[in-house]
């Protein structure tokens, strides 16, 4: 059974880091790509970056390029967002994906889904 399951969200001001870690398990992600989305009330889910877990090429949104990293680490199966200079208008609940794609920015690209974890960002 396909588990992702996202940890390390809260409240931190704007400026601030923060960073949210994806555990993942009940299968090899190699083939995998890995996303990173997020939703604000209100608003749709939105594709926040990915990694190839293979290989470890990354891709963000222009939103948060030069600002958010994504890594990850094969021997512990879990996939970290790095947040830096976050602003208010990041506030959202951050969910990881996985799917079999190099990468998309279209959620319905992907097969597994973790739970979310709430960031909010005051100002």
């Known amino acids: 059974q396909v588990q992702l399951v996202e940890s390390g969200g809260g409240l931190v001001q704007a400026g601030g880091s923060l960073r949210v870690s994806c555990a993942a398990s009940g299968r090899t992600f190699s083939s995998y790509a890995m996303g990173w989305f997020r939703q604000a009330p209100g608003k749709e889910r939105e594709f926040v970056g990915a990694?190839?877990?293979?290989?470890?090429?990354?891709y963000y949104a222009d939103s948060v390029k030069g600002r958010f990293t994504i890594s990850r680490d094969s021997v512990k199966n879990r996939v970290y967002l790095q947040m830096n200079s976050l602003k208010p208008e990041d506030t959202a609940v951050y969910y990881c994906?996985?799917?079999?794609?190099?990468?998309?920015?279209?959620?319905?690209?992907?097969?597994?889904w973790g739970q979310g974890t709430q960031v909010t960002v005051s100002s």
């Open positions: 994906a996985a799917g079999r794609v190099v990468w998309s920015l279209d959620p319905f690209e992907y097969d597994y």
């Open positions: 990694i190839k877990w293979t290989g470890g090429n990354t």
